[in-house]
């Protein structure tokens, strides 16, 4: 048996986690032992997870901070959550309608990536953060102003209220406004989710071992000297960001076909969502996309296993939140890493023993 | 006359954003972070001038003192505990540390105050001003934070070019190594730029829950983001583009709301932000860096 890289072990281990747990989750639910909020936030999992990883595009292999990447996800719950509700009586196989649903929200996230990235990616540091951030904060703040009908003489579009729509009294209203899109079908589940997820997966860890993404991080660790040698900045910084926000786009479909109900509250789809999503890169470790898969997992998990400690549960996440960065950053916890390390204290055995 | 009266609650709330930001962008041009907590300084501040003020009686001057002294105490303590070990870190670590320092004292607040809406009543015991025959109303509150806000941005001016600590401050901001060579105390100064900046959240924060009476934990994060985008906006770590960047984007906020649409406000405000840093990248004030190879 030829043997493998050290690359793709890792990488295989990565989609091995994914697969255990999926069918660790899976005997635990057949088996009863899984109590009804678990069952609730497994959608959820993927979700964050698929959010984490594709954020870690932008993060950490292209080296830009966007606090932007609920925006996208904004963008592809909704497209795909209309898609579906116009075709419901169209298409009656769930399975097939979720996966043109699906396609909608990545393409239409997939271009507002290009669009936004095209002027934006010029920006750097905290400037390019603030814009993304606004971007975020105008999608949401624009679809809560939509106002979308379907009748029999095609769609109708308003930005005003539900009667400026014009609608046939046999038309229904899709998007109304603030209180969103309600009665989408919940074509998704835990299995489409993981699914989605080791696709997610595939895509990002091929992209990053590739060429181009040997050219993206050339653009991250130095712009000039990757220039210098040839590489075309603007595309392959749009090229990253795109794949980003189309994956965010995925991530949203996904969400909007959990839930009936889909509004564009500053909960699910404002800044504070970005802000989480970057926690989970940056606590998974900046770049490495194992490692953001599995602490959108944990760090998504903490809140509901704190459950007990009711008011005090997130002052403990916010804590816990502080002391890693302290102890990974700070000199002192630096140190004292250093000293106790597992490794160091292995191979302090060996001496010993030698 | 409408137009007039809209024009001033404009640059009333651009006042309250360029204090914000005056603390936003100090913070920023020293330790070259963002200050997210910032936002949540100002929540504080204002829940304690509430508390001083309602629950324990005391006068309004002796109320917004205590909540400056606060405030400031609270911004001195951040940055020792939270944002102190991390000078050498990553940008995004002590980004990170400043997400978990809001979710904190929003956490703290929601703990001590309870989730419910506090009903602020004005500091500003002062009678509205009627011009043109009783057309145009000037309110107290309107003319306190646009005095407050000018006088505040005239002293941390002659602070800043004239008092020792101020040339520190500089010093700080343009190359903290090589002032700390020239003997500059540079721990100390960070830790009174985050002083001056939480004391300026803390009047701030009072002068806005004054014009918008109401107090939940949640207060202070938005005005928060909008006055870090005013801040950019003017271009960052400048102060009198701070000062600029608050005002109009006050005016654009209350404009926009009144001639355009209420929902679309933040929309506009944030369009014109992008547009501003597509065409200017620093911002309008700010200063452009050459980039060395």
């Not at chain 1, 997820?197 to 590739?210: A, E, F, G, R, Y």
């Not at chain 2, 929902?263 to 004030?285: E, H, M, N, R, Y």
Request: hydrophobic share 55%; charged share 10%.
């Amino acid at each position: 048996m030829k043997k493998l890289s050290k690359t793709t072990k890792s990488n295989l281990i990565t989609y091995g986690i994914v697969v255990v747990a999926y069918l660790v989750c899976e005997i635990l639910m057949r088996t009863g032992h899984m109590s009804s909020l678990m069952k609730g936030i497994l959608v959820p999992l993927c979700i964050y997870a698929i959010l984490a990883v594709s954020l870690n595009l932008t993060v950490g292999i292209l080296g830009e901070l966007s606090l932007g990447h609920a925006g996208f996800m904004c963008v592809g719950a909704f497209t795909g959550a209309v898609f579906s509700k116009c075709t419901v009586e169209m298409i009656a196989v769930p399975g097939l309608r979720f996966l043109l649903a699906l396609l909608v929200g990545i393409v239409c996230a997939g271009i507002c990536g290009i669009l936004i990235g095209i002027p934006v990616l010029r920006l750097r540091g905290d400037y390019l953060a603030i814009v993304t951030l606004a971007f975020g904060e105008i999608i949401k703040n624009l679809v809560n102003a939509i106002y979308f009908g379907m009748d029999k003489n095609g769609l109708h579009f308003s930005m005003k209220d539900s009667i400026a729509l014009g609608l046939e009294p046999d038309g229904v209203i899709i998007i109304k406004g603030a209180q969103g899109i309600t009665g989408t079908p919940t074509d998704s589940n835990f299995t489409i989710g993981v699914i989605l997820l080791l696709i997610t997966l595939i895509i990002v860890i091929n992209l990053v071992h590739s060429r181009t993404g040997r050219a993206i991080m050339a653009i991250r660790d130095n712009r000039i000297a990757a220039e210098s040698i040839g590489i075309n900045i603007t595309k392959y910084k749009i090229l990253a960001f795109s794949v980003s926000a189309a994956l965010a786009g995925a991530a949203g479909v996904l969400y909007a076909h959990n839930l009936s109900t889909l509004t564009a509250l500053p909960k699910n789809f404002g800044y504070n969502m970005s802000i989480m999503i970057l926690v989970f890169v940056v606590l998974g470790g900046i770049g490495s996309i194992r490692g953001s898969m599995i602490a959108a997992v944990i760090l998504t998990l903490l809140p509901e296993l704190l459950r007990a400690l009711n008011e005090y549960r997130m002052l403990i996440y916010a804590v816990v939140l502080i002391a890693i960065m302290i102890f990974t950053w700070s000199p002192k916890g630096i140190a004292l890493r250093e000293r106790y390390s597992l490794a160091k204290l292995l191979k302090r055995r060996e001496k010993e023993v030698q | 006359m409408s137009f007039i009266s809209y024009l001033l609650n404009g640059i009333s709330l651009g006042s309250v954003y360029a204090i914000i930001a005056l603390g936003y962008t100090m913070v920023y041009g020293i330790a070259k972070m963002l200050n997210f907590a910032h936002g949540d300084v100002i929540m504080i501040g204002s829940y304690v001038a509430y508390m001083a003020i309602n629950n324990m009686g005391l006068p309004i001057p002796v109320s917004i003192l205590l909540s400056v002294i606060v405030c400031t105490l609270l911004g001195m303590m951040m940055e020792k505990i939270a944002y102190k070990p991390l000078r050498q870190a990553s940008k995004l670590a002590v980004l990170i540390t400043a997400i978990g320092a809001s979710y904190f004292l929003q956490n703290i607040a929601l703990l001590i105050f309870g989730a419910n809406t506090k009903s602020f009543s004005s500091v500003v015991n002062m009678e509205p001003i009627q011009l043109a025959g009783g057309q145009l109303i000037i309110s107290g509150e309107t003319i306190a934070t646009v005095v407050a806000c000018i006088v505040i941005m005239a002293c941390l001016m002659t602070f800043m070019k004239y008092s020792k600590a101020g040339h520190a401050m500089l010093a700080v901001s343009e190359d903290s190594g090589a002032a700390q060579l020239m003997g500059i105390n540079v721990n100390a100064t960070i830790s009174l730029t985050f002083a001056i900046g939480s004391a300026l959240a803390a009047v701030a924060g009072v002068l806005l829950c004054s014009a918008y009476p109401a107090l939940t934990p949640y207060t202070g994060a938005m005005p928060g983001i909008k006055a870090f985008v005013a801040a950019v906006f003017g271009g960052i770590g400048s102060i009198p583009g701070a000062f600029i960047g608050g005002i109009l984007l006050g005016v654009i906020e209350i404009l926009s709301r009144a001639y355009i649409s209420s929902q679309l406000s933040d929309a506009i405000v944030f369009s014109v932000l992008i547009i501003v840093l597509v065409v200017k990248p620093t911002g309008l004030l700010g200063k452009q860096i050459q980039e060395k190879v």
